[in-house]
């Protein structure tokens, strides 16, 4: 079966079999019991487990699974529905467990347009989980920074919290193809951090014009959860403050059984020039 993934030794185009993929100069990758297929280099492996490991997979699997970014989610179908056509190909770069994905693939499936996507994540603990998600999805374990996927044979990029990796996305993207580009707002999850820090700080806002892209508009998303107190330890586990929180932080997060808190998201939409 056609794919959209690129062979990680050779480049050329990769053919999705049951329990395999192979490209034409005989290079072979076994995929997963899940689905999802190993394309990442040893080279290019920085750590034994690289990406997020287990139990942060797993807590933003539960918080995601939870609904609270619901709002997010539909925001982004509605952009993809309005900037994508027939038969679409679809990038989620650094994907994680598969939550929008997954919620991107129904959308455009329901709406009738067949679509064709893929997730890339270097976390092999997210990719089982988004493989579960949605079968009819490709997924490989690889770097954003070297995506296995051919250039000019995607028409929406998606980039959610994860890393920027503008050269490859211009790259992967057909020339007038959309990159949407989720980044917190200056005030996301304001009373987690004020309960965290002594002195938090609000996220810069600033619309940056990347080269080879041109702005299209940027879409505010702005919600209010109430997380109780498990939930609330599993949305510190997928933020970055897990690694830079001072204890006596974490111990007045404990001591809460719950939380009001904000969350707003910018999502900037761009859309690829000609060359
Ligand atoms: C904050 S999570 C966001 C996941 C998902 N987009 C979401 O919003 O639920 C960031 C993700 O980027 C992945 N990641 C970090 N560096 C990466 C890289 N160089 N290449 C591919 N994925 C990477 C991590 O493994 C993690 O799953
Ligand atoms: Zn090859």
Same mark, same amino acid.
């Given at each position: ?39 990442? #280099?040893?080279?290019?492996?920085? /750590? ?94 690889? /770097? ?17 919290? /994860? #890393? ?112």
């Amino acid at each position: 079966m056609e794919s959209l993934l690129c062979c990680p030794v050779c480049t050329a185009p990769l053919d999705r079999e049951a329990k395999v993929y192979t490209c034409p100069n005989r290079h072979g990758f076994d995929r997963a019991k899940e689905g999802y297929v190993h394309l990442l #280099p040893a080279n290019q492996m920085h /750590s034994r487990n690289p990406g997020d490991d287990r139990e942060m997979a797993a807590a933003r699997t539960r918080f995601l699974s939870g609904g609270y970014y619901a709002p997010l989610l539909r925001a982004l179908e509605t952009l993809t529905l309005t900037h994508t056509r027939q038969a679409p190909a679809v990038l989620d770069s650094g994907c994680g467990e598969g939550y929008y994905t997954a919620g991107l693939y129904e959308t455009l499936s329901t709406a009738g347009r067949g679509p064709r996507m893929v997730g890339v994540d270097l976390s092999k603990m997210a990719l089982r989980r988004a493989a579960r998600r949605v079968h009819e999805v490709e997924f490989a374990v690889a /770097s954003v920074y070297h995506l296995p996927v051919a250039a000019r044979s995607v028409d929406l990029v998606l980039n959610c919290f /994860s #890393p920027l990796a503008l050269d490859q996305f211009r790259r992967v993207l057909k020339p007038g193809g959309t990159f949407l580009y989720v980044v917190p707002a200056a005030e996301h999850l304001w009373q987690l951090k004020q309960v965290l820090y002594d002195h938090p700080y609000r996220n810069p806002e600033e619309n940056i014009p990347y080269e080879g892209f041109s702005y299209e508009t940027v879409v505010p998303v702005e919600t209010v959860l109430q997380v109780p107190g498990p939930d609330l330890m599993d949305l510190f586990h997928m933020t970055p403050y897990c690694w830079k929180t001072p204890k006596a932080g974490i111990e007045r997060l404990t001591a809460l059984d719950g939380l009001t808190v904000k969350a707003a998201f910018r999502i900037h939409v761009f859309r690829r020039g000609e060359d």
